[in-house]
């Protein structure tokens, strides 16, 4: 009787279950005290759980959400690249010209939507809730046999022939559904039997938490395994469920698709006598249809029709950890060994328990690698120890398989703790201590953050956003890992705690206004003007409040400020060229305001000052006459007004101007 | 009818009620004026939230998205109103949630400021400073030390204050008032002849109208406000205040505009004075911000002998060609180098024109004699000023008209005061002063020259002096300088003290000189020679000039453009390149920082382009306050518990409270990457904020507050709570 050998194991359901629950005796000791009293330990208990309460929910919060909705996936990680099942293997093979046949297949299957000559059948586990403790794949596999029956019903005989114990086909092909010519088949179904063997805890060791999503891929089996004989476990249970491929009307009703069926349990008798039936009883109750998905035992599988018997499977197929470099010698071999569909049964003697076992071992080279977690609370004070066998992240589960992966990843997803690994005879001891300097900053992408709602898009046209690198491929120089790294280092260990991000990694604002900075706003600094426009009125204010200061002083005065404080001129010997530079400014302006001859004074002033030479004046004063030549009807206009005052009718006179408008500071009030 | 009570009281009472309805008028005048200009500050803000609004709508800015996603299930919900009323409709519409936008942090304003900034202290206190009611209701005693600390506060004394205006006008009142009130008063009491009452009143009315009212107004005032004097001082007072205002005198020293229509003819001192009392020769500037004094360029000396005669003429027409203009400008050309040598003359302002100077020539030259009589031969370092001598001749507008134009052309006002100035700057090249004048020839110019010189014979006497006036805005500052200056205690402290200008020409940079008792160099500002031993020499070096190499950089100065001539500190104005790395503060050459809320507290200052380790980032400016300002304003801040003081050297202290820059956001920190120094900039202490490593782009800048001694701690409030607990 050909029965496949899943190594799939069996899912729990205490999945979010963390590691304390697991162990429910974890060595909680003090060290120092041999038998502290009752009350000791519950305070110290309180100690530790205020100390590492807290950010271990946290913890245990992203772990929930990180199953639920991935961030990221571990396996892309660089120290955990092992748990990355694909290999770049059938690249090697690739040709351009494969991807024409694939289509051409695939065109294939579409225009015969009849029946394909191959049944293929992919099993990928067996579900059972019931079984509370769960198997752990790395160390401890559960497996259980599985054999598939067509049975086919003929119309002729009154009695159920079962017939010849067809073998476990991963491929059926389609000639067997064949009216054969003894007898007439009436409909065909197929029936599949579970048999588990109890072996549970041969080996005494305390099985590892929760699955995790990934372990879950290890369960799958890409292929059954045929074996005729049984396990020599003492206990055997048995599920069955059936079925129809093809109803008395020799229509198809197995169709492509992933399928879940419901297993009953049955007792170990002889299949053919009993007929399958749909209905589900659980504790003699009869139950809803899809309640018995939740309850009873499942075997989920994928049905593919394909035109080649040795076509390859192209279900998602997953393979367990660690088995990738047995990817040719693998499953693969052995479905094409068997694809015909023989009354004959194949044994299979290798069983993928084994062989990962073995596999496993070159990967940590001691089997049983013992961890101790040390955890320091309590000002560093106080240490509660944990110790446990495998090398699955206390806080979320994952299985780092390697030591070194293992410390990476603490150090790197829980900053909220430090880790510093000491060597230990046994395996390996990590101390744990709360990062005091955890601050929690965000160190990201701005652009999460910031989405800076209304500075990115616009109807009126394109806009700068905030620039941003995506990194797409980044190939750094990689150290070669090593366990020192996670030695407790001495000195600056603190300061390196903090991460330091440099980027623009927040939003600014405009300091004047407290308006966010837009984009297209950071390259220039629009608030740092060495004149703003409060201290050039300010200055002209300033002027203005003299009382025994002329008005075409005053304004020569504001022009020459103005002009200083644009261009910021601190040296003597930059006077000459301010000169220059302020005619070649403000020359028409100065002619046109008709202030020439203060300008004039202005300068003799400054030759005063020992800042500029008779040179500078003769030049400034002849480019002053050069402006006024060439706005002639300015000077007209000067010509009139200067008429107009002479006549009287501008009141304007320098006596009254000179009084000022407001009146507040005299230059020589002051003096002594 | 009820007795009247007794006068004094009654005029006592009619002050009184006098002065609380001007008062009233005043206060309802002064609500006016309010208004008014509250009404106008709208209209201006609605003009530029206008502009502003414009702009906005030129921004491409998305409009907020509402939050649609949740669809159907946020547009249910509606915000209902309902009346009471039965003819009004229940009124609906459909929520729209805004999506949370996360504050920021909370910031008083401040203008900013590349430069810092000197204010005077303030002796009034402008407001009591909020902090919450608890804060106040919990430390009174806070409070009115506070007010001690100052001279008042302000709009402290209104209750009972009593300006020259109001007294005027109470005066003015109560005169009024007072004429009916003694007509009755007369007519109820005794029945007097009508003569003597018309004659009384008619004394009454011109007196009135005569101006100073009965002596009883005064002394019911003086007995209402004892503290504004004597009723005899309240009179004198009134009679001062009837002058009529019409007289204001213009300030003696404004001259009408050169370029106006009302020109005059004043001396070359006189036309210079604003220019030379308001510029600034450390800031370049015309009443700058930062330095109280500025001295008068008439100190200053000639470096250079730069005065370069016009031996050929100017054109055919030229001065030179006439006879005897040679000569004279020979002579007057030694006459002046002489005159230089002596000290200077204090000429008459108002001269008349004496009339032999109606034909001038040069043969009536007699300078010789004129010049034995004033002859002071000094060696002071004061005989530049003789180079603004010039002779000076204040003539009427009416004497030009009666004078026949004896001269070839007329000058005018402003004319000749072009011509004193420019001949203070050019002697006798008058060919130059001609061009720069414009409107006359060379030869007009001679000529005009020529009579200048022949006035310049006449005896002098002295009277009539310009006096050497100093515009001072910062009273206090100046005798806080002088307080500092002068206790100087001992040389072995590492203070520092703020530079000024040394000026004494009678002995050279001594032990007496105050930027040797300060410890500070002489700059180029000093009036001492350039050989002055404790001048400060510069650098040589041709490289950064960021290393103790560097003698300027080894005495925490910055490189002066004028003394620094190799490293590149006087080169390349225009570029940020400069290889010379000590002469940032000066040139502004600061990173571009940013704003955004801190990692730490508040607002922080974040750094756009990575810095290397001691490199410049920013200066740290502000108001320059004197150090008892300082205290006052720095218990306000310890209450705020937040300070942007600095303590700069001995005498001042920058505080970024109002005015600063973007660094004064830059928090505290004990292990900051930045640190303060305090250099010397061209005469100026400035605070430069560099880095303490290198620093990453997008890091938040910290610096120690208590970057100097154990005296800067009490100006940070933080700080300063921290030692106290």
Known sequence: MPSARNSGHIMSGAGCKANGAVYPASSAMLNSVKKPKMEQIQADHELFLQ?????TQIYRFLRTRNLIAPIFLHRTLTFMSHRNGRSNAKRKAFKVDNMLQTVEKMKGEQDSPSLSSHLQLTFTGFFHKDEKPSQNSENEQNSVSLEVLLVKVCHKKRKDVSCPVKQVPTVVSSNEFEPS???????????????????????????????????????????????????????????????????????????????????????????????????????????????????GPTLQFTLRWTGEASGKSTAPV?????????????????????????????????????????????????????????????????QQTEARDDLHCPWCTLNCSKLYSLLK???????????????????????????????????GNPQDIHSQPGFAFSRNGPVKRTAVTHILVCRPKRTKPSLSEFLESEEGEMEQQRTYVSGHNRLYFHSDSCMPLRPQEMEVDSEDERDPEWLREKTATQLDEFTDVNEGEKEVMKLWNLHVMQHGFIADNQMNQAIILFVDDCGAHIVRRNLCRNFLLHLVSMHDFNLVGTATIDRAMARLKQIQEELPEDAEERQERALLAAAGSCNGGAASSAVGKQGKRTKSALTD | APIPPPPVQRWRRRVRSEYMRLRQLKRLKKAEEVKAVFVSNRVKIEKQTSILNGEWSNLRIQSVPLSSSDGPAATKKMCTVESGFPGFKVQAVAMRPLSTVTGIPFMYSWSPLQHNFMVEDETFLHNIPYMGDEVLEQDEAFLEELID???????????????????????????????????????????????????????????????????????????????????????????????????????????????GPFAKS????????????????????????????????????????????????????????????????????????????????????????????????????????????????????????????????LRPVDDEAEQPASCA????????????????????????????????NCKEVYTFAVKEALIHRVPLEDGGILPQKKKRKHRQAAALLTASALSIPDNSSNQVYNYQPCDHPDHPCDSTCPCVITQN???????????????????????????????????????????????????????????????????GLKKHLLLAPSDVAGWGTFIKEPVQKNEFISEYCGELISQEEADRRGRIYDKYMSSFLFNLNNDFVVDATRKGNKIRFANHSVNPNCYAKVVMVNGDHRIGIFAKRSIMQGEELFFDYRYSQADALKYVGIEREVDMS
């Open chain 2, 266 to 393: 004043v001396q070359r001192e006189q036309s210079l004075h604003s220019f030379h009392t308001l510029f600034c020769r450390r800031c370049f500037k015309y009443d700058c911000f930062l330095h109280p004094f500025h001295a008068t360029p008439n100190v200053y000396k000639r470096k250079s002998k730069e005065i370069r005669m016009e031996t050929d003429p100017c054109g055919a027409d030229c001065f030179l060609l006439q006879k005897g203009a040679k000569e004279f400008v020979d002579q007057n050309m030694l006459r002046s180098q002489r005159f230089r040598k002596r000290r200077r003359h204090q000429l008459q302002q108002q001269q008349q024109r004496p009339a032999s100077a109606s034909c001038p020539g040069p043969s009536g030259f007699a300078e010789e004699s004129k010049d034995g009589e004033s002859d002071h031969e000094t060696t002071s370092s004061s005989d530049g000023n003789s180079r603004c001598q010039t002779p000076t001749k």
């Open chain 2, 521 to 587: 160099f002489c700059e180029k500002f000093c009036q001492c020679e350039d050989e002055c031993q404790n001048r400060f020499p510069g650098c040589r070096c041709k490289t950064q000039c960021n290393t103790k190499q560097c003698p300027c950089y080894l005495a925490v100065r910055e490189c002066d453009p004028d003394l620094c001539m190799t490293c590149g500190a006087a080169e390349h104005w225009d570029s940020k390149v400069v290889s010379c790395k000590n002469c940032s503060i000066q040139r």
């Open chain 2, 149 to 259: 600390n100052y001279d008042g506060v302000h709009g402290d004394r209104e209750g009972g204050f009593i300006s020259d205006e109001i007294f005027k006008e109470l005066v003015e009142a109560l005169n009024q008032y007072s004429d009916h009130e003694d007509e009755n008063e007369e007519e109820a009491a005794t029945a007097a002849p009508t003569e003597k009452k018309e004659a009384e009143r008619a004394i009454r009315r011109s007196s009135t109208e005569g101006k100073i009212p009965s002596d009883k107004i005064f002394t019911a005032i003086a007995s209402m406000f004892p503290y504004k004097g004597t009723m005899e001082e309240l009179k004198e007072k009134y009679k001062d205040l009837l002058e009529p205002p019409s007289l204001v005198k213009l300030p003696p020293l404004c001259t009408p505009n050169v370029d």
């Open chain 1, 409 to 443: 990843h603490l150090k790197l997803s829980h900053s909220r703790f430090i880790f510093n690994y000491v060597p230990h005879p046994k395996g390996a001891r990590i101390d744990v201590s709360i990062n005091e300097c955890y601050d929690g900053s965000y160190v």
């Open chain 1, 318 to 382: 997953a393979k367990p950890l660690a088995t990738r470099n047995s990817d040719s010698s693998g499953p693969m071999e052995t479905r094409t060994s068997h694809h015909r569909a023989t009354p004959l049964a194949v044994k299979e003697s290798v069983s993928t328990d084994i062989q990962m076992r073995k596999e496993l071992i070159p990967c940590e080279p001691r089997q049983k690698l013992r961890i101790f977690y040390q955890f320091l609370y309590n000002n560093n004070t106080r």
């Open chain 2, 409 to 440: 052309a007329e000058w005018s006002g402003a004319e000749e005061s072009l011509f004193r100035v420019l001949h203070g700057t050019y002697f006798n090249n008058f060919c130059s002063i001609a061009r720069l004048i414009g409107t006359k």
């Open chain 1, 51 to 55: 100390a590492f309460e807290k950010p």
């Open chain 1, 181 to 295: 010519n003894s007898h007439m088949v009436k409909s065909y179904s197929l029936l599949f039997r579970v048999s588990r063997t109890g072996r549970r805890d041969a080996n005494g060791l305390p099985n590892g938490e929760a699955n995790e999503n990934i372990d879950v891929r290890d369960t799958q089996s890409r292929k059954k395994r045929n074996s005729s004989h049984k396990e020599e476990g003492d206990t055997t249970e048995t599920y069955v469920a059936q079925m129809t491929v093809f109803d008395k009307n020799r229509r198809l009703q197995l169709l492509d698709g992933e399928y879940e069926v419901s297993m009953q349990w049955m007792e170990d008798s002889p299949v053919s006598k009993k007929r399958a039936t749909w209905e589900t009883i659980l504790d003699g109750k009869r139950l809803p249809p899809f309640e018995t998905f939740s309850q």
